[in-house]
């Protein structure tokens, strides 16, 4: 059953992605002021979504965890930060490439992509303090710890942002206030985001089941030593 | 009486504070390596930046705040590696003193031992760089120990976490100075503003705001956590 939902979800976000990104680079006409790039924008924005709504999800699942102390939801919380981490990279790099062609640099110091920064170099640490803790329910206590120090700093980094001054493009979505994409261009960014969002969850569904053969392998030899 | 539990907490808190401090001022292992590490630094800035440009008075509280945190990981590092010799720790978590008031105890002994060495700092950072800090004395201090306090939550917190680690030396600035950026922005910012001579109020008011928020919100989150990070 299992299995068949996995293989189900990778399906629906192999051919969602295809078909995306036929409708990206074939479909979409070049944007006005800024040309082919602003295509980026359909990869960096979900991208920033699921990273953050990631680190969310992880600090539920470690609160999950110390409650009650069942590393299976330990398990998904690290699956979801490693999952964050790397779609966190994706909106740094698309970013930053972005930037080069139209801001003229690779990186500049806007509050949005320090916070981005930050968000990153928290949960790398979250994902470091993990690979240097042996026992496994001592780490997941401890990173518990640090996932949720480092999801309430997440919110405070993101509140600055709001009394920096900032050279990052505004809001582009309409739900937000003061939307700029035309209708057409932001429907496809939605099917974007569930496409990449299918792609997430199976990568967090393969993650998990590492996890618990990693944890049955521990305990087997847990089991062997004792004899 | 209503209050006696609270009594009760702060003779705890108190009681490991002086420990710590009278362990420390005994050995001054910490406080030494601490003062020369800030003093050296501060010389290593006169090379990084022309010190004698009007421009590098616009970095004075960049400066010193890295000056802080790098000096004050030294302190927070022992705070907890100090207890593990003859297995303190075990017998400090075994004891009858909560976690949280074990937790208050050893900040206040490393929020008085980081001032110490701040203290020391901002008087050599003054005498080299010409800096005339006396102007907003007072703001200075309450930015000073609004920022160590925020430094010293964190930090002691996650000297807990680190202390069994093989790698404890390098996980902790890893995972301290990214969580500690917004109360490090707020001080930097207010610093610089306060030894320029700008008193606080009308701009920079936001950025104590954000100090005072940044201290009580993981002050609650440390005191709710400590707990979890010493005893499981």
């Known amino acids: ?227 | 009486m209503l209050l006696d539990p609270l009594f009760l907490f702060l003779r705890q808190s108190f009681t490991i504070a002086a420990k710590d401090l009278r362990s420390e001022l005994r050995t001054k292992e910490a406080l030494n390596a601490s003062l020369a590490f800030s003093l050296v630094i501060l010389v290593l800035f006169s090379f990084a930046f022309d010190p004698s440009t009007d421009q590098f008075h616009d970095f004075s509280g960049g400066f010193l705040w890295l000056v802080f945190t790098f000096a004050g990981t030294l302190v927070l590092n022992r705070s907890f590696a100090r207890e593990l010799q003859n297995d303190c720790l075990d017998a400090l978590v075994a004891s009858p003193v909560p976690a949280s008031a074990l937790f208050i105890g050893k900040a206040l002994a490393n929020l008085f031992l980081l001032m110490v060495i701040e203290f020391v700092s901002l008087l050599a950072f003054a005498f080299f760089y010409d800096v005339n800090w006396t102007r907003q004395a007072w703001s200075l201090l309450l930015v000073i120990a609004l920022g160590t306090w925020a430094l010293t939550v964190i930090g002691t917190v996650f000297s807990a976490l680190t202390v069994n680690l093989r790698l404890r030396e390098l996980m902790l600035p890893t995972l301290v100075y990214p969580l500690l950026i917004p109360a490090l922005m707020a001080a930097i910012l207010l610093t610089t503003d306060l030894l320029g001579g700008t008193p606080i109020g009308g701009e920079n008011l936001i950025w104590m705001k954000v100090l005072v928020a940044f201290d009580v919100i993981f002050t609650a989150v440390a005191l709710a956590m400590m707990d979890t990070v010493l005893v499981g």
């Open chain 1, 1 to 227: 059953m299992r299995n068949k939902f996995l293989y189900g979800l990778s399906a629906l976000s192999a051919l969602l992605l295809t078909w995306n990104i036929y409708k990206i680079f074939l479909v979409m006409p070049d944007e006005l002021n800024q040309g082919a790039i602003w295509r980026i924008f359909y990869f960096h924005v979900p991208a920033a979504m699921l990273a953050m709504t990631g680190f969310g999800i992880g600090m539920g699942f470690s609160l999950a965890y110390l409650f009650t102390s069942n590393l299976r939801y330990d398990g998904i919380a690290e699956g979801v930060v490693e999952v964050s981490l790397v779609f966190a990279a994706v909106n740094l790099v698309t970013g930053s490439i972005w930037a080069r062609i139209i801001w003229g640099v690779w990186w500049a110091w806007d509050a949005r992509l320090t916070s981005m920064l930050v968000c990153w170099l928290i949960f790398a640490g979250y994902l470091m303090l993990r690979r240097a803790i042996e026992e496994p329910t001592q780490r997941a206590r401890l990173s518990a710890v640090v996932s949720i120090f480092g999801a309430v700093d997440v919110v405070i980094v993101w509140k600055s942002i709001e009394w920096f001054r900032t050279i990052h493009p505004g809001p582009v979505l309409s739900v937000r206030q003061g939307g700029g994409m035309a209708p057409g261009m932001e429907a496809l960014m939605y099917w974007n985001l569930l496409a990449l969002l299918a792609l997430a969850i199976v990568l967090v569904m393969v993650r998990m089941r590492q996890a618990g053969v990693s944890r049955e392998i521990d305990s087997l030899r847990r089991l062997a030593h004792s004899y």
